[in-house]
């Protein structure tokens, strides 16, 4: 049986808030006032990182703009540096899953940045679910609409 803590907000149980406060062991690669990077414990490629905000946000539409825009800045500042490290590296992939069915393991925003490597197996596959222009139009009128609310 786990012992529960006294404080039982997010900030408190999320793991990535944990490696933000020094509270859990990372491999930290970057860090500013408002993300830090580190590997991850379970990398496609070597090279993989998380760049993930200080403040906890579960979704990206938790997050704010300016810190999601700092997020995406250094992930690809952190793709450069990947290529120029020796380790292999053939392309990158910038990668958020936002969401459970998105493949969002923790919940708390972050990106990975992921080096890519000839038959490394890493696949978001496509799929085909808009069969036309006249679907196309409708999710975009949908999606316009969507601009308007908040969540």
């Given amino acids: 049986m786990r012992a529960v803590p006294a404080d039982e907000s997010p900030r408190a149980t999320c793991v990535f808030c944990q490696i933000v406060d020094g509270r859990e062991p990372a491999s930290v690669v970057y860090y500013d ?18 760049v993930v ?12 703009e300016r810190l999601g825009a700092a997020m995406f800045a250094v992930g690809q500042r952190l793709a450069g540096a990947i290529r120029r490290s020796g380790l292999p590296c053939e392309g990158v992939n910038l990668f958020v899953p936002d969401g459970e069915v998105a493949g969002q393991e923790v919940m708390h925003v972050h990106l990975h940045v992921l080096p890519r490597i000839p038959g490394d197996g890493f696949r978001i596959e496509r799929g085909s679910a808009i069969t036309g222009r006249a679907e196309l139009d409708q999710a975009a009128a949908l999606v316009r609409g969507g601009l308007d609310r908040a969540d």
């Fill in 33 to 50: 006032a408002g993300v830090v990077a580190f590997m991850d414990l379970h990398p496609i490629n070597a090279g993989h990182l998380l």
């Fill in 53 to 64: 905000p200080r403040a906890h946000a579960a979704r990206l539409a938790d997050l704010d």
